[in-house]
């Protein structure tokens, strides 16, 4: 079974949807995928690329509470390592398909608002890496789908829906103390670490991951 998530409607204020939902973006092609990075760091240093910093500033002051708490339901022994913020944009290609995965064990919190198109499809999540009891969290605009991810049951997917670009907002709380997550997690660090190292060069080459 995947491990335990929340689905919140209507998460982002307008002000910040219609924001998103207006912001140009380069165009790409249908079996591309593009992520513009933005994050908000513990002692206010902002990195960007696509959002200017007050409003990056602004979401973080405005929901940086709220997520903390759903943190705090879901993997309350990860509650405190919180050190930075990613408000990535995804554009995802009509015809792209990322493979299952299991989320980085630096992402403490993985969040992922749907802004648009109105129509397009939601995440997968898997029982196991193999595909198993595919439930799909289907794609409405402003719907935010939350999750502390764990090892071994909270394999996920997305992909376009063959018809138009897939954009998305990914709101994850992060922490660069690995050690800790993996002591939490029961999982060996020395694994871990080979596996992150290894994982963005596989997904270059094989289109997959470890």
């Given at each position: 079974?995947?491990?335990?998530?929340?689905?919140?409607?209507?998460?982002?204020?307008l002000e910040h949807f219609n924001f998103l939902i207006n912001?140009?973006?380069?165009?790409?092609?249908?079996?591309?995928?593009?992520?513009?990075?933005?994050?908000?760091?513990?002692?206010?240093?902002?990195?960007?690329?696509?959002?200017?910093?007050?409003?990056?500033?602004?979401?973080?002051?405005?929901?940086?509470?709220?997520?903390?708490?759903?943190?705090?339901?879901?993997?309350?022994?990860?509650?405190?390592?919180?050190?930075?913020?990613?408000?990535?944009?995804?554009?995802?290609?009509?015809?792209?398909?990322?493979?299952?995965?299991?989320?980085?064990?630096?992402?403490?919190?993985?969040?992922?608002?749907?802004?648009?198109?109105?129509?397009?499809?939601?995440?997968?999540?898997?029982?196991?890496?193999?595909?198993?009891?595919?439930?799909?969290?289907?794609?409405?605009?402003?719907?935010?789908?939350?999750?502390?991810?764990?090892?071994?049951?909270?394999?996920?997917?997305?992909?376009?829906?063959?018809?138009?670009?897939?954009?998305?907002?990914?709101?994850?709380?992060?922490?660069?103390?690995?050690?800790?997550?993996?002591?939490?997690?029961?999982?060996?660090?020395?694994?871990?670490?080979?596996?992150?190292?290894?994982?963005?060069?596989?997904?270059?080459?094989?289109?997959?991951?470890?």
């Open positions: 079974m995947f491990t335990k998530f929340k689905v919140i409607d209507d998460f982002l204020k912001l140009k973006l380069d165009q790409i092609k249908k079996e591309e995928i593009k992520i513009y990075n933005n994050t908000y760091f513990e002692n206010g240093k902002i990195e960007k690329s696509c959002l200017d910093n007050n409003f990056i500033n602004n979401l973080h002051k405005t929901y940086h509470e709220q997520v903390l708490k759903l943190l705090k339901e879901l993997y309350p022994e990860k509650f405190n390592l919180w050190e930075y913020s990613e408000f990535h944009i995804i554009e995802t290609g009509s015809k792209y398909k990322y493979p299952i995965h299991r989320d980085t064990p630096y992402k403490l919190l993985s969040g992922v608002i749907y802004l648009s198109p109105k129509i397009n499809k939601g995440t997968i999540l898997y029982e196991d890496k193999n595909g198993t009891s595919e439930k799909v969290i289907d794609w409405k605009q402003n719907r935010a789908l939350f999750f502390s991810r764990k090892e071994n049951n909270s394999f996920h997917s997305y992909e376009g829906d063959n018809i138009s670009t897939r954009r998305a907002l990914v709101y994850n709380l992060m922490t660069t103390k690995l050690r800790k997550i993996c002591k939490i997690e029961k999982i060996n660090y020395t694994k871990v670490k080979i596996r992150e190292f290894l994982n963005p060069y596989i997904y270059r080459c094989f289109r997959k991951v470890l």
